[in-house]
């Protein structure tokens, strides 16, 4: 079964701050893993993908199998950032279907 | 062009009613997907077209659940004897083959009183 963590439902850092969403996950196979962005009252999107390997808004996100982990970084948060996060997997081989975690709300203070 | 719709944006219901929940794909996305996203929670898979055949409908919860999607374009998520517990948003993507990025539509909120 593959499963999806982020252990922050909610995440809050001054405008400027460094900012880090984490993002678990257990796959017994290799995994594509993904970030996606809601902002209010917009559609989710996706953010980057680990295979891409390419900074987008600022945000960076490197995929490390030893520690199963897919954590979303950006050095300095900036208002517009706010939104929710989701972090997301794919099987290879194992359908097309995505598994989410349950989101991170990122609030970025003036 | 258009993304992906979803209508209606809004639907209240009744326990034990049927409803319908519409997608419109991108135009020449072969693949559809359906998810639900309960709140608080991250969407979580129902079923995948590709092209009019369901591929894969592992996560549809039961057999109250049923999706078409019969010209490979529109799909329906059908829903029979609406319970409480389906009180959600529905959401719908689609993506040009497989693998490929998945664009997601507004969803559908669904309550059931």
């Known amino acids: 079964a593959q499963r999806v963590t982020q252990p922050e439902k909610l995440l809050s850092v001054f405008k400027g701050a460094p900012v880090e969403l984490k993002c678990n996950y257990s796959?017994?196979?290799?995994?594509?893993l993904f970030w996606y962005v809601q902002y209010s009252r917009q559609r989710l999107q996706l953010l980057l993908r680990h295979i891409s390997r390419e900074s987008i808004k600022g945000f960076t996100a490197d995929l490390n199998k030893g520690e199963t982990s897919f954590h979303l970084k950006k050095p300095f948060a900036q208002e517009e950032d706010s939104a929710m996060y989701y972090c997301?997997?794919?099987?290879?081989?194992?359908?097309?279907?995505?598994?989410f975690g349950g989101g991170t709300r990122l609030m970025v203070k003036p | 062009g258009a993304g992906v719709s979803q209508t209606p944006s809004n639907k209240v219901t009744e326990k034990g009613k049927y409803v319908e929940l519409r997608c419109d794909p991108i135009s020449g996305h072969t693949a559809l997907y359906w998810y639900r996203q309960s709140l608080g929670q991250g969407p979580e898979f129902l079923i995948y077209f590709q092209g009019t055949g369901a591929a894969d409908d592992s996560g549809l919860p039961n057999d109250r659940f049923f999706a078409v999607r019969p010209e490979g374009s529109v799909s329906t998520l059908k829903i029979q004897r609406t319970e409480r517990g389906d009180s959600a948003v529905y959401l719908c993507?689609?993506?040009?083959?497989?693998?490929?990025?998945?664009?997601f539509g507004p969803g559908t909120r669904l309550t059931v009183l």
């Open positions: 997301a997997l794919r099987g290879v081989g194992a359908g097309n279907m995505l598994t």
């Open positions: 796959y017994s196979g290799s995994p594509e």
């Open positions: 993507a689609s993506s040009p083959g497989v693998p490929n990025e998945q664009f």
